[in-house]
């Protein structure tokens, strides 16, 4: 009587594993020596279905069918499974997990903003608690206090200012600057009030438009805007520059 007695020089195997219930493959090391019911057993871990519900099937390494693995008392070195070779497991229960992968699926919590007030354990209750930020009613008093007196401020100086007066202009951090008054008052591109101005040198912005929206009037460069409190009336006739000299 001949016996066939295959060798195996590595006792353990790398396969790649996927699953009905899963969108991702992973890898897992076996012994060839354990059986088709451990290995299911093990696998509860990795895909989290019973054994009881697992169908397992084998494909080569180029994912080609190969067979089914359902002879749970057969060891795992029994069947042509090689390093990188496949095993699919089934879901007989019908699971899919899947669907908790696709948040659209998911079921959206909503709570409305009267009910979200009510509640002691959000972070609007805990920031209320500790009075931070905007749930800090004094603080928040003062500060449209504060910026109600700005706009105050802002309003009178720019009621002393009138177009076509002549002007210095003295920004923090910036050099002075002579011009003309081209325009007072409010603006669309940031709030409060602005003096819109021709400076006598090319040391402005634009030409009086600003996103778009015209103010005044001049050569580009020349223009610019900055807050009444930095404008200071006078007569501050306009230098030469010995445009004229040859």
């Known amino acids: 009587m001949n016996n066939e007695v295959t060798v195996v020089t590595c006792p353990f195997v790398d ?3 996927t699953s009905t219930i899963s969108t991702f493959e992973v890898k897992r090391r076996f012994n060839r020596g354990i059986t088709i019911a451990d290995l299911k057993g093990k696998l509860e871990m990795v895909v989290g279905t019973s054994p009881s519900s697992m169908d397992l099937e084998l494909f080569s390494v180029s994912d080609k069918f190969m067979q089914k693995m ?4 057969a060891l795992l070195g029994s069947y042509p499974v090689d390093d990188e070779c496949r095993i699919h497991v089934s879901d007989k229960s019908g699971g899919q997990m899947d ?4 948040v659209s699926q998911v079921e959206k919590f909503a709570l409305s903003d009267d009910a979200y007030s009510k509640r002691s354990d959000s972070a609007r209750s805990f920031m209320k608690s500790l009075r931070v930020g905007q749930y800090n009613e004094e603080e928040m008093a003062k500060k449209k206090a504060e910026l109600s007196a700005r706009r105050e401020e802002e309003k009178a100086a720019a009621d002393a200012i009138s177009v ?4 210095k202009v003295q920004v923090p951090g910036q050099p002075t600057k002579l011009g003309t008054v081209m325009y007072v008052g409010t603006a669309d591109f940031k709030q409060g009030y602005w003096v819109g101005l021709k400076y006598d040198e090319p040391m402005g912005k634009h030409n009086g438009t600003v996103d778009g929206k015209q103010y005044f009037e001049c050569e580009d460069k020349y223009g610019g805007f900055v807050k009444p409190q930095n404008v200071l009336v006078g007569d501050f ?5 010995g445009l004229d000299e040859m």
């Open 70 to 73: 359902d002879d749970n008392e």
């Open 15 to 17: 396969v790649r594993l």
């Open 99 to 102: 669907n908790f992968a696709d």
């Open 164 to 167: 076509g007066n002549r002007c």
């Open 237 to 241: 006739p306009e230098e030469d520059y």
